[in-house]
């Protein structure tokens, strides 16, 4: 799950990060009351105002501006709350139709008093799952694209593995701040960044943190200026206060609707959509189907209990997505016998109306009758009993399609 830039500097004060201070507004008849607040803890008349959307790259955007009083407040408010914002990374790129602001930051401006004496640096922490570490990921070229850094100049992107056991050791962060080029008290506001930043990484059960920039000021401080925050969805159930946070509008909408039957949904950009029972039948069953030259519409597990109302419930949200041109249903039998599964099915498909072909492949506890069942039920099901025959199925249906 996603953060949006507040609620993540939210979280990260909770552990001793130093951020840019900010306050969110949601509606423009609370903007003069946020600026105050805002102007009486920073003391100026500066202010910097946000777009909150799950994307970043907002400022190539227009979706943060600098204001120097509240006239220019209110001017840059106007126009970035409800705007349509696109940015390299908001769907389609700068050439789609952006993401709809429904809040911004009104925030500290942290690069004054002397612009040019703030230096921007790039820090991440992430997950190494081939090396079973964390890593923090880090650059002087901060406030740019770090994929094109990484590219363009590998050697000033560097990387600190972190035995998860361990923990983040002080010789490490001192190492960090060390290739940073930081001296002296930026050094030490350095080390204790990454301390207190890595404490929230493990502390929230994170999978991603992305700081772009760190700003080290003209007089040495050091704070989070943007941060992206990814939280491990299966770890959500020990954080209530975390999953509180989910901001649906940000969602896919299918996703949200999958997750109200407790079906896991994930979109992609194939035209098979796949229904299976099981996280690691349904990443074969996306191989089966790429093996046979299709992709998959969906990654979709409708879990242990595949019964008629979420296979229904999994078909809708299947033909939801216009790219659909086939459906491959893969159910292993186990507690749950498959004959149960194929009456879901049936009754599934009489319920709703599917204009796709249906390829069914059911094994386990009474996968024969099952199959029975559905090449007896009249519906212009197609069944299989092994997995590559049902690929090939899809294959051939999809072939008919296109001739
Ligand atoms: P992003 O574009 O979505 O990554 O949003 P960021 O939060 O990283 O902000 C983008 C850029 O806006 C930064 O790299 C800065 O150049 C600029 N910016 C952000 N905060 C301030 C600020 O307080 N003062 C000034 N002058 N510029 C800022
Ligand atoms: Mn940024």
């Known amino acids: 799950m996603n953060l949006h830039e507040y609620q993540g500097k939210e979280l990260l004060k909770k552990y001793g990060v130093t951020v840019q201070e900010g306050v969110v507004v949601d509606d423009l008849s609370k903007l003069e009351e946020a600026y105050h607040q ?39 408010a106007n126009n970035i709350l409800g705007m349509m914002l696109k940015t390299p990374q908001t769907p389609g790129g700068m050439d789609g139709e952006g993401k709809l602001v429904r809040k911004i930051l009104l925030a500290e401006d942290v690069y004054a008093p002397d612009f040019d004496a703030n230096e921007e640096i790039y820090v991440s922490i992430l997950n190494d799952r081939e090396r079973k570490r964390n890593v923090i990921i880090y650059s002087t070229e901060g406030g740019m694209d770090i994929e094109t850094v990484a590219e363009e100049t590998p050697e000033k992107v560097f990387k600190e593995f972190i035995d998860p056991e361990l923990g983040l050791l002080p010789f490490q962060s001192r190492k960090i701040a060390f290739n940073l080029g930081l001296s002296g008290t930026a050094f030490k506001g350095m080390v204790k960044f990454l301390t207190s930043l890595y404490a929230a990484f ?3 059960d994170s999978s991603m943190f992305e700081i772009n920039p760190v700003l080290k000021t003209g007089d040495d401080r050091i704070l989070a200026v943007d941060c992206k ?10 954080h209530k206060d975390i999953a509180a946070l989910r901001d649906e509008h940000e969602e896919d909408a299918m996703e949200v609707e999958a997750r109200k039957y407790g079906l896991s949904y994930v979109k992609l950009d194939g035209n098979v959509g796949c229904m299976v029972n099981g996280a690691g039948l ?36 299947i033909l939801n997505d216009p790219n659909v041109k086939a459906i491959l249903i893969n159910i292993f039998g186990g507690i749950v016998r498959c004959d149960r599964v194929a009456n879901g099915v049936i009754q599934a498909a009489k319920n709703i109306s599917i204009d796709v072909p249906v390829i069914v492949r059911l094994q386990g506890t009474n996968a024969d009758i099952a199959k029975k069942l559905i090449d007896e039920s009249g519906l212009k099901v197609q069944s299989a009993i092994m997995l590559q ?9 999809l072939d008919g399609a296109e001739a």
């Open 38 to 76: 805002l102007k009486d803890s920073t003391g100026t008349d500066f202010a910097v105002i946000k777009a909150q959307i799950h994307a970043g790259g907002r400022g190539k955007g227009g979706g943060v501006k600098l204001a120097k009083n509240f006239s220019e407040v209110e001017e840059h």
């Open 202 to 204: 493990t502390g929230t």
């Open 229 to 238: 925050v990814s939280i491990d969805d299966n770890a959500l159930f020990r």
């Open 282 to 317: 349904a990443m074969a069953t996306m191989d089966m189907i790429k093996l046979y030259g299709g992709e998959p519409a969906n990654f979709l597990d409708v879990g242990g209990t595949a019964d008629a109302e979420r296979v229904e419930q999994a078909f809708k949200i």
């Open 389 to 397: 025959d049902a690929a090939e199925l899809v294959q051939k249906a």
